[in-house]
């Protein structure tokens, strides 16, 4: 990526929800998995990544009412993605 369009993503990542819409929408090969924090534990990120046929590695947020079981051994090297 050039600097000018890391900058332009940074600017549209006001939060995970609604920087993750532009970053889906660039040109590239779907991908597979999503890793994610808490952050992404959004309906409509999660509806979005399912229509997409994309599996999740993202932890719910400690009020979800129904917990999803996800890979804990995916969800390890995610802490790395963050960071």
Known sequence: MEAA???????????DVQG????????RP???VMLGDQ???ADVILDDLE???V???IPPNG????????????????NLVER
Do not use: N
């Open 39 to 41: 952050g992404y534990d």
């Open 55 to 57: 599996s999740t590695v």
């Open 5 to 15: 369009e890391i900058a332009r993503l940074e600017r549209a990542t006001g939060s």
């Open 30 to 32: 779907e991908p597979k």
């Open 63 to 78: 009020g979800c009412k129904v917990q999803p079981i996800i890979d804990r051994h995916l969800c390890a090297p995610r």
């Open 20 to 27: 993750c819409t532009p970053v889906m929408a660039e040109p």
């Open 51 to 53: 229509v997409r046929g």
